[in-house]
């Protein structure tokens, strides 16, 4: 019985995680749905994290283990002092600390130092993760609503031109005109394209604007949108894969400065996070953090097309449930909006 429950709690743990495969993922939510004791364990789970997040919170002193070698060597100074007295005034007994029992509570401090420093690093990106979560939330809640008004299809990148990596003499198209639609039709600001673990500076939106000055502005990757229309959420070949129908997650580890990197191929996440994973969001609007990117339909890897392992720079989404997430920068802005990025800021000449 115990081992039973032992193993739900790993199990749960794993999956308030992000460490589980879509099918094991979903027969685990319909477990949670229909047994409320499954349920609570869950919840148990989840608000233990949310109480660990908040405990750590408060950062020790930068200089708490110097302060603790100061009061020892005070400590030690005193004991010395006490002990000559001793000579004279036989009934003061006061035993003073030996190196090695000083090298020992050194030696502790040190390492309680080290485990503080791990902890709160962890936590640091914890809430970087948490933080990045909420501005994926809020372009789905953008994608959602544009599409609400443009009958049900996702933001595109119109252009005659399908190629989203440049060549010597072809340029790319830019596949994030599609999200700085977002920008231009007043649904989100620029700075909710950054992602927090990666930080940066905003720009400001002038008018003719069609894309982001630079690929420092934008820190997610955007579902193939290269087109005339941009993915239907009103298709009914996905109607019934839409939470695992990934659409948007943290900058591809795959396609970088214009070209394919050899090395993402391989990567398991996104750099914005250390490579420790990404922040994805699906067709059905809800945002989760994931560790590897076999995280879409049926296992799709997020970042790649469907099969296809050489990549010339104008490979599609090789059918309607297949997540093909796109640099959300091109090279292409360089040419296209020097003026835009060079442009002087109000009150500038």
């Known amino acids: 019985m115990r081992d039973n429950k032992t193993n739900n709690q790993q199990l749960l743990t794993d999956y308030l ?92 401090v040190l390492m309680i130092g080290a485990i503080f420093g791990v902890s709160f690093r962890e936590a640091d990106r914890r809430r970087q993760r948490i933080a990045c979560a909420q501005n994926v939330s809020k372009i789905g809640a953008a994608i959602m609503s544009y599409a609400n008004r443009n009958e049900g299809h996702l933001p595109s990148a119109a252009g005659a031109n399908d190629r989203w990596l440049p060549t010597s003499n072809q340029p790319a198209a830019s596949n994030s005109k599609a999200l700085f639609r977002l920008i231009a039709d007043g649904y989100l600001q620029p ?8 930080g940066g500076d905003s720009f400001a939106v ?28 009103e ?22 400065g ?22 994805v969001l699906y067709l059905d609007m809800h945002a989760e953090f994931k560790v590897q990117p076999a995280v879409g339909v049926d296992g799709d890897n997020i970042f790649l097309a469907n099969g296809v392992t050489d990549y010339k720079g104008n490979e599609k989404p090789t059918g ?30």
């Open 206 to 233: 002038r008018a003719g604007m069609t894309d982001f000055p630079a690929g420092k502005f934008v820190g997610y990757s955007y579902q193939h949108s290269i087109g005339p229309r941009g993915l239907s959420v």
């Open 320 to 349: 309607p449930t297949d997540s093909f997430l796109l640099p959300a920068w091109s090279p292409e802005t360089e040419a296209v909006q020097p003026q835009q990025r060079n442009a002087p800021a109000p009150g500038q000449h």
């Open 258 to 279: 214009g070209r394919v990197s050899a090395a993402g191929l391989a990567r398991q996440a996104s750099d914005n996070h250390d490579q420790t994973g990404q922040n």
């Open 17 to 108: 995680l992000g460490r589980l495969d879509p099918q094991a993922e979903q027969q685990l939510r319909l477990r949670i749905e229909a047994e409320p004791e499954f349920k609570r364990a869950c919840d148990d789970i989840r608000n233990t994290f949310s109480a660990l997040d908040l405990a750590i919170q408060a950062k020790p002193p930068a200089n708490l283990i110097a302060q603790t070698m100061a009061r020892i060597r005070s400590a030690k100074q005193t004991d010395a002092l006490l002990a000559r007295e001793q000579l004279t005034h036989r009934d003061v007994i006061r035993p003073t600390f030996s190196i090695r029992e000083i090298a020992a509570v050194a030696a502790i």
């Open 235 to 256: 298709d009914k070949r996905i109607e019934r894969v839409r939470e695992h129908m990934a659409i948007l997650a943290d900058s591809s580890p795959v396609f970088s």
């Open 191 to 198: 700075p909710t394209f950054q992602c927090p673990a990666v």
